[in-house]
């Protein structure tokens, strides 16, 4: 399957009745939203487009955000860090997830109003999952790219960089374990794609989930050969000498979502709460963008 079949797929397999309003909520220009969803979002679009420097005072909001240990959950941490979901109301807590499944269960279940989340969760919810009766929905994207599928140095000796017949060469004589850490979700595609272009058809048992945190020690104890998933963990395995590179995601799908702010019912619904959540956000995600603040943004995070 490519990657025109696969959108085209996933944009049949599930519809968002809420997406409309819900960039609404962020004050976007759009000329053909209707006169209810544009008079529901109004307090919801003078929230998010306040004057740089401002601050509206609301009544205090509690909010729930789930995060999994990636890079790409920088802007949710700064944006509590830095002050900016106070700076907006929100009396927000992140609450650390454990794995992708448990986050889907903690989102659909209304444990955590949102979450920082695989893009495509919501949509293999809608399509190979069961769909809950409060389906979930992105808000908003958080990044693009950041993701490897990384292999066992031992196990793929003499394998280069994105060399397919390399690839298929070492599974054909010796099926080897291979991870991925949610069953439909991005870093399942990446790794299906890249069996897919290397002609070799993986065995039933052979692609397992393993929650990213969990995935350097599992290839340590010989648990699985390989593996995809996001940052730092590759770079950790090459760090600790484990693994190797194979390919990045990017050089599979130059600058491809990856990552997004899901939400469950409640914020679905409560738009005014939405759009200031994304509000902070996203300006965090700008003062990540400045390289001077990286370090900063790093030792935040490690702590």
Known sequence: MDRREFLRLAGVGLTLPAAGSLLSACGGDDTSTTAASASSS??????ASTAPGTTVKK????????FIALTDCASVIMAKELGYFAERSLDVTLEKQASWPVVRDNLVN?????????YSMPFSLATIGNQPDNPLRVAMMLNRNGQAITLNAKDFEGVGYGDLAAFKAKLDAKSEKLAMTY????????????LKA????PKADQVIPIPPAQMVANMTAGAMSGFC?????NAKAVTDGVGFTFITTQDIWQDHPEKALVVGQRLTTDQDTLADV????????????????????ARRQAA
Do not use: F
């Open 278 to 297: 994304m509000a902070a956000i996203l300006k965090a995600s700008k003062w990540i963008d400045v390289p001077e603040n990286r370090n900063t943004a």
């Open 42 to 47: 109004t307090a919801a679009a003078a929230s």
């Open 183 to 194: 069953p439909g979700g991005t870093h399942d595609l990446w790794l299906r794609y890249v």
């Open 198 to 201: 290397a002609k070799y058809e």
């Open 59 to 66: 009544e205090i909001r509690k909010v729930k955000i789930g």
């Open 229 to 233: 998933v996001g940052e730092p963990w």
């Open 110 to 118: 209304g444990q955590i109003d949102a979450s920082h989340c695989l």
